[in-house]
């Protein structure tokens, strides 16, 4: 737990829980959709502290985490010592939205390999110095999968993007110790 502290209804302090969220290949959408919980965070920033994420200016992925967030799926070798990394260090693992559940749209290149979206997207599509990047360009795995093919997960929330309720739903009952039905049938249902 981290530092920051409430206090109970019988006058003691309680720590609050560490939430982060994380975001691999995808398109951000999750993380608009949490952000539309609007009036809400403020609801969330009373049980949990944010100790990670695009919105905060953290620059490693820190040990403790209760709850993390992951938006997107697996698909270099960054996202895979992300996810790893994530795993290693938190409580509990989300997998928020259909790219992290089941690769959705990052998973479409999976039939052409890395190679053929490599050469499209820095020689073929390019008029000015068409070259692909030797540096900065973390390298691409044979394929783009969801975050349970990597690590275990215990919660699934699909939806692209879930929606603002079933995001605050989710996290508010992981808050109060509540774990979501993770079936199958409530994965894809």
């Not at 720590?15 to 994380?22: E, G, S």
């Not at 290149?109 to 499209?120: C, E, H, K, S």
């Not at 109060?176 to 199958?184: A, I, K, N, W």
């Amino acid at each position: 737990m981290t530092e920051s502290a409430v206090t109970d209804d019988k006058g003691g302090t309680v720590a609050k829980a560490k939430v982060a969220t994380i975001w691999l290949d995808g398109c951000s959408g999750c993380h608009m959709s949490f952000l539309d919980i609007d009036e809400r965070l403020l609801l969330l920033a009373e049980r949990a502290d944010l100790v990670y994420g695009c919105l905060v200016d953290a620059k490693e992925f820190p040990e403790g985490v209760d709850v993390t967030l992951v938006e997107g799926a697996v698909s270099s070798t960054e996202d895979l010592r992300k996810i790893r990394e994530v795993r290693a260090r938190s409580r509990v693992v989300v997998s928020l939205g259909d790219c992290a559940v089941t690769s959705n749209v990052p998973g479409m290149r999976n039939p052409f390999g890395p190679q053929a979206v490599l050469d499209r997207a820095y020689l073929e599509n390019v008029t000015l110095n068409p070259q692909i990047p030797t540096t900065d360009l973390p390298a691409l795995l044979a394929e783009s999968l969801p975050v349970h093919a990597y690590v275990p997960v215990d919660v699934f929330v699909p939806g692209c993007p879930p929606s603002a309720d079933r995001i605050f739903e989710v996290v508010l009952g992981l808050l109060d110790g509540h774990v979501p039905d993770s079936s199958p049938q409530a994965r894809f249902g």
